[in-house]
């Protein structure tokens, strides 16, 4: 009980600090970044120090990079200045990420003894950015610079806030049960086409990948 909510903590108080969207899965973001150091495999590399992660679980797992996307200063206190700085570039590169997304990707891809229905889960965590998701699917009702598209009656979303877009989108999600109690039918029955390929998304990492690209607020 104390993890879950020292966890929802953390992750609330990391959410409000990002600036830009999640546009990287986390597998590109483990292969292009991570694996230099932890190995391909996360077996770990000796060399480079880079300790393994492969028999770590999950709960472990997203631990360790909670405090390490939050400068080692909200657990353990880590002063890993190493693993520091690497974080610092992976998120210079516009790789952010969900420690639990992360950690669920490792141990599930690399762990032997990982938990199926675990496996299952992270299954559906398929390589898709946001922004993707948003170019081949949203921009078709909504316009791809999010300014509405009056023939399909897609309202526009570039003058919304960041908040706004996300709650309609757990709204969205949640078959509009959660926020405004909309019944939007047609915006439900999208979501679920949006599902079955497989385009799995946050929709805190949806509604700030909409709110700074396509908000002229949110670039002042």
């Not at 932890?38 to 990079?65: R, S």
């Amino acid at each position: 009980m104390y993890k879950k909510l020292f966890y929802g903590i953390v992750a609330l108080s990391i959410c409000v600090s990002f600036s830009q969207a999640k546009q990287y899965s986390v597998a590109e973001i483990y292969d292009h970044m991570c694996s230099k150091c932890h190995g391909v495999n996360a077996e770990g590399n000796p060399e480079k120090k880079g300790p393994a992660l492969n028999d770590m679980t999950k709960n472990a797992l997203a631990y360790e990079l909670f405090d390490l996307v939050a400068n080692g200063s909200q657990s353990s206190g880590s002063s890993n200045e190493v693993m520091e700085h690497n974080q610092k570039k992976i998120d210079k590169k516009g790789m952010t990420y969900h420690p639990d997304d992360m950690a669920l990707y490792i141990y599930s891809t690399f762990n032997k003894k990982a938990d199926k229905s675990l496996v299952s889960d992270t299954q559906r965590l398929k390589p898709y950015s946001v922004s993707e998701i948003y170019k081949r699917m949203c921009s078709k009702c909504h316009g791809m610079h999010a300014e509405g598209n009056p023939e399909k009656k897609g309202p526009s979303l570039n003058d919304m806030t960041k908040n706004e877009i996300e709650m309609e989108l757990y709204d969205i999600q949640s078959d509009g049960f959660q926020s405004s109690g909309s019944h939007n039918e047609v915006m439900s029955h999208n979501q679920k086409k949006i599902e079955d390929k497989g385009m799995i998304y946050h929709p805190e990492d949806m509604a700030t990948y909409i709110f700074f690209n396509f908000n002229s607020e949110a670039k002042k």
